[in-house]
């Protein structure tokens, strides 16, 4: 399969790796990130995924995974890349005489908006709470509605972990805010999409893509103090953080949305993941901030 991987960043490149028996092309916006593509095994193309005239680059594939993204940035930067710039590559690629058979967007589970602790499904209706995750609720809808001749995914991240990426010490430390953590490994983030592509799974859906065990904070922590060898940090009430007066808007409205996101309809094709909870995938940095 050739598969062309667009904002080939944390997961893309990870993603390339688990690709290795396939045909890759890694795009970055910037030479900068070009040499770790390579170093992936794939073929590296500098391209603003906002530019057709850039994606012309790319060469003909059959899958398009899009893994832009706006680089934590504001609601305006994110909808330069997640719609002006999904809605760009879409009708550049799709618009090819050799056009891809697969074209998946990743999301987040942001979209769901706040559940109040319950669980929530592919089935559930999405609610957006910020400007942000009404810009990536928007993305979907494209990606699901406006391909021509490929069929559309919407692959929806927990919130990305792993090498790099471990927030073990904000944790340990403390204070830590109650509610839930929905989480996935960035090896499966990587390892579900390989799955979709080469398992043709989900197409024209969206599936979650989070691991077996949504957490609560204040046990995750516990739990990582006392593999840390550390006393359970300090705790605090959503409504004790809601009281600073510092808070911005959206911070308060992610402070007030809770869900746990189930995973089912990845898991029940037969995904495998290599780190099923959060015991698995953060055993790594426990291990190496005992020195072990």
């Known amino acids: ?10 997961v893309g490149l990870e993603l390339a790796r688990q690709l ?44 398009v995974v899009f893994a832009a993204s706006s680089g934590g940035r504001g609601a305006e930067a994110a909808r330069e890349v997640y719609v002006d710039g999904l809605r ?43 400007d942000k995750t009404e810009v990536l609720a928007e993305a ?7 391909p021509t001749g490929c069929d559309g995914t919407v692959a929806r ?17 403390g204070p830590v805010t109650e509610g839930y953590l929905n989480m996935v490994h960035r090896d499966d983030a990587a390892g579900a999409v390989r799955c979709l592509l080469t398992e043709g799974l989900a197409r024209g859906e969206v599936v ?21 060898g550390r006393d359970s940090p300090p705790k605090r009430t959503i409504e004790d953080r809601l009281a600073a007066a510092d808070l911005s808007e959206t911070v308060r409205r992610r402070l007030q949305t809770s869900k746990r996101v189930a995973n089912d309809k990845l898991r029940d094709p037969g995904y495998d993941f290599a ?7 953060y055993r790594a940095a426990i291990d190496a901030y005992r020195g072990e």
């Not at 092309?25 to 530019?51: C, F, I, N, P, W």
């Not at 005489?97 to 706040?114: C, E, I, K, N």
């Not at 780190?275 to 995938?281: D, K, V």
């Open 1 to 10: 399969m050739d598969v062309a991987v667009l904002g080939c960043g944390y």
């Open 20 to 63: 290795d028996d396939h045909d890759v092309v890694g795009v970055r916006r910037s030479t900068a990130g070009l040499e770790a593509v390579r170093a992936t095994g794939a073929e590296a193309v500098e391209a603003d995924v906002t530019d057709p005239e850039d994606l012309a680059a790319v060469p003909d594939v059959e899958a």
């Open 88 to 130: 760009t590559a879409i009708d550049h690629f799709c618009g090819r005489a050799d056009s891809p058979d697969r074209f998946v967007y990743t999301s987040s589970t942001g979209v769901y908006g706040d559940h109040d602790g319950a669980w929530v499904d592919e089935g559930t209706p999405i609610e957006p709470t910020t």
């Open 140 to 146: 979907e809808r494209l990606a699901i509605e406006r």
């Open 157 to 173: 991240y927990a919130g990305l972990y792993g090498p790099d990426r471990y927030r073990l010490a904000r944790y340990v430390e």
């Open 208 to 228: 979650n893509v989070v691991d077996d065990e949504p957490v609560a904070k204040w046990s995750f922590a516990d739990w990582l103090a006392e593999q840390c």
């Open 275 to 281: 780190f099923p909870t959060y015991r698995e995938g």
